[in-house]
């Protein structure tokens, strides 16, 4: 038996010689295995690291952008209250009151601002049913009916 057996060794030697080969190949392979699994967990770790980070930038970010919105709130008010808005006019853009004849309301019919003057002599029949006629509607490009002077180059002053 020991003759048909390589290298004439006893079964024995053999039979060790296999199990320290399959000892070696599965040790290595658990050494490969372990050292990809700790690799794989350092990959993952720094991976948890850097999203901290960035989730921490991004909280900064956000608080950052909440009070700017708060900021605004509070200006945004502000600049609602009709008393700031007047004294802005008045005071920086140095504005002033519309007069009466000045103001007129969307929507409603324009009547003419300027009242005809009374002539020195007395008024005939046919003068006087003119004046008494209905003065025809403006409409918003006749300055002068409205009584406002043009501005050069043909725009509102």
Known sequence: MSAALPHNRPVAEI????????????WTLAVF???????????????AVELGYKL???????????????VLQVEAVAY?????????AKGVLQLEEAPPQRIFVVGAPIEATEKPTPKAAAPSA?????AMAPVPAATINDDVT????????????
């Open 126 to 130: 046919s003068a006087s049913a003119s």
């Open 80 to 88: 609602r209250n009709p008393e700031r808005v007047e004294a802005l």
């Open 33 to 47: 295995a372990t050292a990809a699994a700790f690799i794989l967990y350092l990959a993952l770790r720094s991976r």
């Open 56 to 70: 921490g930038r991004a909280r900064a970010r956000q608080s950052q952008l909440r009070e700017t919105r708060r």
């Open 146 to 157: 409205l009584g406002i002077p043009s501005a050069p180059g043909g725009g509102v002053p």
């Open 15 to 26: 039979m060790r010689a296999r199990r320290s080969g399959r000892f070696v190949a599965l």
